[in-house]
Structure formats: C-alpha cells, structure tokens
T-cell receptor, first 113, second 112 residues
C-alpha cells in the first residue's frame, strides 16, 4: 500500500494559483492517484483522478511526473470558497485493492482575501 | 436526486447503548462504505459492501456491524457503544471499485 505524504497546511490569497504536492515513493504499477476536497462539517468530494502525465477538469489539474513518485494538484485562481482540506489517495482501483485506499490527514488550505 | 443521505445527523449515546445509522443512496451504486473521522485524523474505513447482500471488513471494523439487505441502503450498527466510538461517521457509495465516491453529510455521534 503506497504511503502518501502531504504538507499539513498551506496559505494562499484569492486569485493565486495553488499547487499541493503529494509524495508517494512506493507507488505500485496498478495504483491511481485521486484527490478529494472536504469542507468543514461535510463529507469529502471528488476532485480529480489520474494515472500519469496530466489530467485537467473544470476545477483542477493533476500533474504526475514520469516516475509517478509524486503528484501535484493545481487549483487555478483560488477563491475564499476553496478553503478546505485536500486529500491525496494512492491505490489500486481493482476489485481487490480499492478498500485499501487511505484518506490521510490531508492538507489544510486557507485562502485569505 | 438526493445522492447519499444519512440518518440521524446527530446522536448522543450512553456507554453500552446500541444504535443503528442508516445510509441511503439513490444512484443505484453497487459499492457502499462506512468511514469514521476523528479530530486530527483522516477518514478510516470501517466496513464496505460490494453489492446487495454482501459486506466486508475495512481498516477499523471492531465494535461495528453492518448489513446491506437492499441495494440502496447500508446500515451501520453499534451493539454496545463505547466512548472510543465518539466520532463523525460518513457513508459513501460508488458504482465501481475505485470510482469516485459520493459521500453523505455525516453523522456526529457522541458516546458518554
């Protein structure tokens, strides 16, 4: 099971781009990288998932280098409403591996005016 | 389309009491999960189900039981509550293993 390491917290200002990096040195061949966002008193919400290179959707981009030992979630032009905890999950998406996915303590992002 | 709903939202139990938390999803998802979240910690998987009539243990199953009698419902039971089970409980569902999980709003449980 790939262990992940993320910064405990990050600060930013409205309008800036925020990059949150997750380290997963022992990622396995079948592992995918998934990011979730959690607001206070709510359940986590899926942001993005990828396997290699770059994935982009309407809210974020996920950059994964060739060695896949780390990944970076990029949030363009953050607003106050992006203040939340962000979780990086690494794991096998198969029927036998998915239950080993672990939500770590995440990165607490604070966006200020 | 309500997504994933949880009942109740809050509950206070005395040590030794029992209760059942109900999770319901209207997305016809096969997989359902129960997590707990404690202060300063991430979510930990308690039990999960890969389909109607099936259940399996997750990372922290002790002290909990689950049932999935209907595809849309996943029940989490505490037979004899302990203060260590004070936590926020989240239910989630997904169509396939590893798919995006949809989470409910959570149940805040306090055991005194």
């Amino acid at each position: 099971l790939a262990k992940t390491t993320q910064p405990i917290s990050m600060d930013s200002y409205e309008g800036q781009e925020v990059n949150i990096t997750c380290s997963h040195n022992n990622i396995a061949t079948n592992d995918y990288i998934t990011w979730y966002q959690q607001f206070p008193s709510q359940g986590p919400r899926f942001i993005i998932q990828g396997y290699k290179t770059k994935v982009t959707n309407e809210v974020a981009s996920l950059f994964i280098p060739a060695d896949r030992k780390s990944s970076t979630l990029s949030l363009p032009r953050v607003s106050l409403s992006d203040t939340a905890v962000y979780y990086c999950l690494v794991g096998d998406m198969s029927n036998t591996g998915f239950q080993k996915l672990v939500f770590g303590t995440g990165t607490r992002l604070l966006v200020s005016p | 389309n309500a997504g994933v709903t949880q009942t109740p939202k809050f509950r206070v139990l005395k040590t030794g009491q029992s209760m059942t938390l109900l999770c319901a999803q209207d997305m016809n998802h096969e997989y359902m999960y129960w997590y707990r979240q404690d202060p300063g910690m991430g979510l930990r998987l308690i039990h999960y189900s890969v389909g109607e009539g099936t259940t399996a243990k997750g990372e922290v199953p002790d002290g909990y039981n689950v049932s999935r009698l209907k595809k849309q419902n996943f029940l989490l039971g505490l037979e004899s509550a302990a203060p260590s089970q004070t936590s926020v409980y989240f239910c989630a569902s997904s169509q396939l293993a590893g798919d995006e999980q949809y989470f409910g709003p959570g149940t805040r449980l306090t055991v005194t």
